[in-house]
């Protein structure tokens, strides 16, 4: 056992290196998959009909997200992106002194465009995106004429510190942020 993690963590710096140094590369295309958690939340609060001290709670659940992303460098400082990601998760009703009802389902779909621009062209490169899209929520509530929404304006910016190992560690040493109306 021993063997195998002296034998991984050296091999885990080359794939590093590798991947670091084939970054910002002038009149290349990047294409990449990726997939994610959508952590959900309380999106109502509600009052029962005949009493004031019943309290409920409508909540979107957690759940995995998907998708993938086309990039075009135009210079080694400058990309434009595409983005598109899903994910199928569901609302959950939250009554105050009974279990959990799955009030149902949600599909929640974002298209994208971004702008990136890096500052330098060494290993370590801290950098700045800002986008923009649109959302498109797409409720299946049986029962009710819930209707899909969309497309809703959305925007969303993210960046690293000068200290993160290329663009793919965004979220461990930088800011990320998408918010949608």
């Not at 409508?58 to 598109?84: C, K, Q």
């Not at 950098?127 to 797409?138: D, E, I, L």
């Not at 497309?151 to 040493?173: D, I, K, N, Q, V």
Request: charged share 15%; hydrophobic share 35%; net charge neutral.
């Amino acid at each position: 056992m021993k063997s195998r993690i002296a034998l991984l963590i050296p091999a885990s710096f080359l794939v590093f290196a590798a991947t670091a140094s084939a970054q910002l590369r002038q009149g290349t295309v990047e294409i990449n998959g990726f997939g994610g958690w959508l952590f959900g939340g309380e999106i109502a609060h509600t009052h029962g009909f005949n009493n004031d001290f019943d309290h409920n709670h409508i909540d979107v659940g957690d759940d995995a997200a998907y998708g993938g992303r086309v990039g075009y460098n135009i210079t080694g400082l400058f990309e434009v992106e595409s983005e598109y990601s899903r994910t199928e998760t569901n609302f959950i009703l939250r009554p105050h002194n009974l279990p959990d009802q799955n009030l149902g389902d949600l599909t929640v779909e974002y298209f994208m465009a971004y702008c990136t621009f890096n500052f330098g062209h060494h290993r370590v490169v801290p950098f700045f995106t800002v986008g923009a899209g649109a959302a498109r929520f797409n409720p299946n509530v049986p029962g009710t004429a819930a209707e899909s929404e969309g497309p809703r304006p959305t925007r969303h910016y993210r960046g690293s510190r000068p200290h993160c190992p290329g663009r793919s560690s965004a979220a461990a040493g930088g800011s990320s942020g998408t918010r949608s109306r």
